[in-house]
């Protein structure tokens, strides 16, 4: 089997890619400015933003069993203060460059699953304030999980994550008061972790469902 691991350089792709060798996964790894720290079979580069570049990334991808979509930006800002220019860096790379990579991966797959990465900010509006970009974008990528799945079933299925908040260099500028905020909020008084989320992707490559959203919090988020 083989798989393609958009953003195999980040804190959950690098967890997720080392998840997919470790049960007999070969792993494309894609990335960016980074290498894939986990052993991958193939590395791929393409900024995201450009779909061009997307394109070209998949001239060396013969054969798909499965896609990750990993890959992702997040900047929290003043609704006053959001340009035009971060709106536009956020979605690109959140939202079209997800459907814009699963347009090529398709072609290379006879049957195939495909596992976006969404998050809790395009679940609730708790964690929605101060970056609606980002919220807009994971929730987009549910909206697009779904219209997938009912025209790619039944060879292809798809299916995302939404992960409550995981401590990674994305979060890194998170302020302390919304992490405690998010802590004291949750049941379970501990945040979700990248190997729960590699857990999530290898459970999803394990059932037949489509079109779903595995919510992961600790409880913070109930649906
Ligand atoms: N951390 C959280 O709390 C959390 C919660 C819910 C959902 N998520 C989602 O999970 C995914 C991974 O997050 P993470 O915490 O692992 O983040 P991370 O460690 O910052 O990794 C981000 C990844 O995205 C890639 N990337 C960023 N901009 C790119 C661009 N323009 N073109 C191509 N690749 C680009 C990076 O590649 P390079 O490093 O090679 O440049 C890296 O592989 C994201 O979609 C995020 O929204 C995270």
Redesign the pocket.
């Known amino acids: 089997m083989i798989a393609l691991v958009?953003?195999?350089?980040?804190?959950?792709?690098?967890v997720v890619t080392k998840k997919l060798f470790d049960n007999n996964v070969e792993v494309i790894g894609?990335?960016?400015?980074?290498?894939p720290t986990s052993p991958v079979r193939l590395v791929v580069?393409?900024?995201?933003?450009k779909v061009k570049?997307i394109r070209n990334m998949f001239r060396c991808i013969d054969h798909l069993d499965f896609l990750v979509?990993?890959?992702?930006?997040?900047e929290s800002l003043e609704v006053e203060n959001l340009t035009e220019e971060e709106w536009d860096?956020v979605l690109?790379?959140?939202l079209k460059?997800t459907f814009f990579v699963i347009q090529e991966a398709i072609k290379k797959m006879t049957t195939g699953k495909i596992i976006?990465?969404?998050?809790?900010?395009g679940l609730s509006t708790e964690t929605a304030s101060r970056h609606p970009h980002?919220a807009a974008?994971?929730m987009g990528i549910i909206g697009l999980t779904r219209s997938l799945a009912r025209e790619l079933g039944p060879k292809i299925q798809v299916n995302c994550?939404?992960?409550?908040?995981?401590?990674?260099?994305?979060?890194k500028g998170?302020p302390s008061e919304t992490k405690d905020k998010v802590f004291d909020r949750t049941p379970l008084k501990r945040?979700?972790t990248?190997e729960e989320?590699a857990e999530a992707v290898m459970f999803l490559l394990r059932v037949n469902i489509t079109g779903q959203v595995i919510c992961l919090s600790g409880g913070r988020l109930m649906y």
């Open positions: 958009v953003g195999s350089s980040g804190a959950i792709g690098t894609h990335c960016f400015k980074n290498s580069r393409a900024n995201l933003s570049e979509n990993c890959a992702g930006v997040l860096c690109d790379v959140n460059a976006s990465i969404s998050s809790v900010a980002y974008s994971k994550i939404a992960p409550d908040f995981i401590e990674t260099n994305l979060t998170t945040f979700i990248p989320v």
